[in-house]
């Protein structure tokens, strides 16, 4: 059987003795395309010679990734078996770009590693034109655009799923199929972008997550806009004889720092975005960091380098994004820089609350009201949550208390907003808003 031919991101190597060599290869591909496939076993011409592979061949090859290749890529390693023959395919794909072999320096060139100066690969890629989302193909060929042109026809942009449209819109790669951009946009999208609600400060207690992933990508951002916007509280203050209103948070500091989030965000490793919501903040979290390149300083100043460019014309097109960059500045003019970290390979955008949430105050309240109760009040409070519909004899029962007892413990326990009753006397329900 014949592979093909070595290109731009396809390397042969005929033995596991060249796997120094073939991972240079990988580094130089990541460097240049942000992809790179090495097959091991396969002589220059294409043909399938085979090797031989060990239960722990698989596992040395990965441990000599690690030791070689830096910063970490995201790598898939794999026996083929192509009649009698075996050969190994190494594949890997990243945006943290620049990558290193053995603290080495290398770009493809056509079917060639090149070695290079840091200074220079940086300067290279730093103009770069390379868009890796619109380069990997799709695990899934099969993709249909449903939602997408639903979403985009709305704007008055009317799609055709055809080969033209397709290309145009940068949905195919250079080999024609369907790449990950086209994935983010498809109906089988399975991405998960999450909004997360903890109680208190830290992520020790979630209350609350909602998902609005695992379809077009469009639709996903839209909905966490829209969800964000409903669930923006106003607080009115008329003590001055003037009305005040304040937004739980600045809606048009979320906006920019979402869909900058969605915009710039690694997507090549299929880590999505994410907003995470505390008792006195909002966060939102995208992978990747900076874009290669590009100082704080420059960030902050606005100053735009787009990591995915084809997303960012879909963006453009539907009306999410610009080309000014002004977001980044809008969010400092309301936050300040200091709203804005960067860490592990995240830009994490924190937005503080104005003041204090109504269900902050009620939990809070709660969580006092609940330190006072006695232990039989919070006996019986624990069998109504067991059963929401037990009656006052069963309650008498099983806190072996007297019927008057159990009818003052459920008013003292209305009375402190623990529980509340639900319907007719006969058919109704307790609701119990207590976190014991």
């Not at 056509?110 to 840091?118: I, K, L, P, Y």
């Not at 200074?119 to 990997?136: A, G, Q, V, Y």
């Not at 990591?307 to 080309?323: K, M, P, S, Y």
């Not at 105050?361 to 109760?373: A, F, S, Y």
């Amino acid at each position: 059987m014949n592979l093909g031919h070595e290109n731009e991101t396809l390397e042969f190597k005929e033995s596991l003795g060249q796997l120094d060599k073939g991972l240079k290869s990988i580094t130089a591909m990541l460097n240049r395309s942000g992809y790179g496939c090495v097959c091991f076993g396969v002589l220059d011409n294409g043909d399938v010679k085979g090797l031989t592979v060990g239960p722990n061949t698989l596992m040395d090859i990965r441990n000599k990734i690690k030791f070689l290749i830096s910063p970490q890529a995201l790598v898939h390693i794999e026996k083929v078996t192509v009649g009698k023959l075996d050969y190994i395919k190494v594949t890997a794909q990243g945006s943290d770009i620049p990558y290193s072999c053995d603290g080495r320096y290398y770009i493809r060139n056509v079917a060639a590693d090149e070695t290079v100066s840091n200074e220079i690969l940086r300067k290279m890629l730093t103009t770069s034109e390379t868009d890796i989302i619109r380069r990997i193909p799709s695990e899934d060929q099969d993709l249909t655009f449903n939602q997408f042109d639903s979403f985009m026809s709305k704007y008055g942009i009317h799609t055709e799923s055809s080969i033209s449209f397709h290309k145009n819109y940068g949905l195919k790669n250079d080999e024609g199929k369907f790449n990950l951009m086209a994935y983010l946009l498809s109906d089988q999208n399975n991405v998960s972008i999450k909004v997360v609600k903890f109680e208190g400060t830290d992520k020790s207690t979630m209350s609350e997550r909602t998902d609005f992933g695992s379809q077009c990508l469009l639709r996903s951002v839209q909905e966490v806009l829209e969800y964000v916007k409903v669930n923006n509280a106003v607080k009115v203050d008329l003590s001055g004889g003037i009305r005040k209103e304040t937004p739980l948070l600045d809606y048009e500091a979320f906006r920019e720092a979402w869909i900058n989030a969605c915009l710039h965000n690694s997507w090549s490793e299929m880590l999505p975005p994410s907003v995470f919501v505390y008792d006195d903040r909002m966060e939102i979290v995208s992978y990747g960091g900076l874009p290669f390149g590009l100082s704080k300083e420059g960030f902050f100043k606005g100053t735009s380098l787009p990591v995915n460019r084809g997303l960012l014309t879909i963006f453009i097109a539907t009306g999410f994004a610009e080309q000014s960059g002004h977001g980044v500045p809008i969010i400092v003019s309301k936050y300040s820089e200091e709203a804005f970290s960067f860490e592990n390979g995240m830009i994490k955008v924190t937005l503080n609350f104005n003041y204090e949430p109504a269900e902050v105050v009620r939990r809070i309240e709660i969580e006092k009201t609940e330190d006072n109760l006695t232990v039989k009040q919070r006996e019986v409070l624990e069998l109504i949550k067991e059963n929401v519909k037990i009656t006052q004899k069963e309650l008498s029962e099983k806190a072996n208390l007297s019927l008057a007892g159990v009818k003052k413990i459920m008013l003292k326990l209305q009375n402190m907003n623990l529980i509340e009753r639900v319907g007719a006397k006969k058919n109704g329900y307790w609701t119990v808003k207590s976190r014991l």
